[in-house]
């Protein structure tokens, strides 16, 4: 874990550096909702791999050198999960547009563990993947806008401009209101960056208070209404900047969210695993063929544990890793073709 | 930044050591919101101090001292906050019962902010202040029961149980539902810790969905009902250690929800800087004086910057801020005797 070297390259001096240290030129010239949909088009590939690394994901010899290296401590857990990372990211990178990584699966490893994270965000752009984290960050203008800044933006240390966290977009809780969600859309406009902001969650829990009806009209609809109206603030050439979090649990519901708001790009949850199927998920999408990105985690990154991808065997996880993103893509793609 | 020899701590092989490095023998015996009342009671001080420190606020004695050693750079930006948080703590520990960093103040600074964090939560505890993170975490389930892990609870980690972060409390995103709270109230069960779940926020938008009406009642109450709910799974000996966090800026609602959740301990954001005043803040507590504890964040660790603190000078920020505290309370606690 070298991340300390990382992170002294990550401030500048105004003007002189790059923020970022990895070469991206695409990002001076396109608002971040156009790169991404340059890559889904290029890639033919709306989907994203969730980078949800759970230890019990991580195979036998990648821990038993991570422990023998750090111990069983957090050290070791984050270079175990680091490890695994980086063999996915190696054996798909060129297949997909975006990555996911949730940060819950490295901040429970404390700080090591979100050493990790920056270090797998730093790894897949330098790969030339968009990353979306998977942050659910939200809470009060002064407070959204320090996340903002550390996930999105940069901060300012004396007469250096620092950036935090190498995210291309951040997904954002609604809950606390427009002036919760606005430092996050001002800073994607000044930063070229872009959010999701949760509307629908793909959890069985999500309608306690999501789907109840105030006038007549759930909750979730309120918020995509607001969400349409943050992403006109932020527009790219033709979605929004401000995307949106839609589960693919709730294929009816993502029908009605879909149209209501034309120009929001929507990031699908529980594809998978979580039980969202391909034929319901066209729904997402409009009929250009865009409008929305799907997502799956442990479908992808633990697929040698499936008896579907079994044969790859342990040794070979990456290479099942490979295989279920084909097939996901295939799926997908197919059933789009179908519709 | 010695943050990783704090760190190498922090595992222990099952049965040998405490989970905390730190000894809080009163962590044994009661659970965490009876530890957080006795302390609240002998000191006389429903109050927390918010550690939320942003650079503007941090002396430039301190600043200069931090960037001389580590640059301008993420990692003096986080020497800068840990020095003046530890200096603030020094001097106002034995009047508080608690502190509620806010960790957007810290994640903003990457990864060397995080460890500042960290390393703040450690300071306070072993100072023998309860530590109440302000991470507004909620997410599904499994990501959910991530969270607590990482923030409450441990992280199994081969067969040692290490832990990432050294809080008592954390505040909690509802807006997923039961199933993305319930992670934590477990955990909040097995290890003898707290939460305070967003019911009605302070800041001036929170009324955009929380204020909305669902068969005539406001969400915000149908998420007190939920609350109230949880919290009967995790019960101190009087109040529940699943608390709520209700804004100082909405007293008639804080005194609507006290009525509605009894035995739910309310934090209480919103006092002083942000416009809350103590005569408003009655309400929040029940008959027995208990019930409520309220914050303050700039108004405390930025005192020396207020007109009425002028005269203790940038040097002695800390003096400021510990008359600050003496001001609160008595402000608070002549409010509370006044009615």
Chains 1, 2 share one sequence.
């Not at 038993?64 to 990211?89: D, H, M, P, R, S």
């Not at 819950?104 to 700080?111: L, S, T, V």
């Not at 006109?232 to 995307?243: A, P």
Request: proline share 4%.
């Amino acid at each position: 874990m070298r991340h300390r070297s990382f992170l002294s390259q990550n401030c500048r001096t105004e003007g002189l550096h790059p923020l970022c240290p990895v070469s991206n030129d695409y990002r001076k010239e396109k608002t971040m909702i156009d790169n991404l949909i340059e890559k889904i088009e290029k890639l033919n590939a709306p989907v994203v791999v969730g980078l949800d690394p759970m230890l019990a994901y991580v195979p036998d010899a990648l821990k038993k050198a991570a422990f023998e290296q750090y111990g069983e401590t957090l050290e070791g857990a984050a270079e175990a999960i680091w490890q695994f990372n980086k063999a996915i990211v190696d054996a798909v990178y060129d297949l997909i547009p975006a990555v996911k990584p949730q940060i819950a699966m490295y901040e429970q490893f404390g700080i090591p563990g979100l050493a990790a994270f920056a270090r797998t965000c730093e790894y897949c752009r330098s790969k030339g993947l968009i990353v979306i984290g998977d942050v659910k960050r939200g809470d009060i203008g002064s407070t959204s806008a320090a996340y903002a800044a550390g996930h999105l933006g940069g901060v300012q240390v004396g007469a250096s401009k620092c950036s935090g966290f190498a995210e291309d977009f951040i997904t954002v809780n609604p809950y606390l209101g427009s002036d919760g969600v606005k430092p996050f859309v001002e800073v994607c406009r000044q930063e070229d960056k872009g959010i999701f902001v949760l509307v629908k969650t793909s959890n069985p829990s999500s309608g306690e208070f999501q789907d109840r009806l105030v006038d007549g009209v759930p909750l979730y609809e309120l918020v995509a209404a607001k969400v349409k109206e943050w992403g006109e603030e932020c527009m790219g050439s033709v979605y929004s900047n401000v995307g949106c979090v839609v589960g693919a649990t709730y294929p009816e519901m993502g029908k009605t969210l879909r149209a209501l708001m034309p120009k929001t790009y929507i990031l699908v949850p529980g594809y998978g695993a979580q039980g969202g199927k391909a034929e319901d998920l066209v729904h997402y999408f409009n009929s250009d063929g865009l409008g929305a990105i799907v997502n799956s985690s442990r479908g992808i990154i633990a697929a040698y544990k499936q008896e579907k991808y079994a044969s790859f065997g342990e040794a070979h996880f990456a290479d099942a890793s490979r295989q279920a993103v084909l097939d996901m893509i295939e799926d997908i793609t197919s059933a789009l073709a179908k519709r």
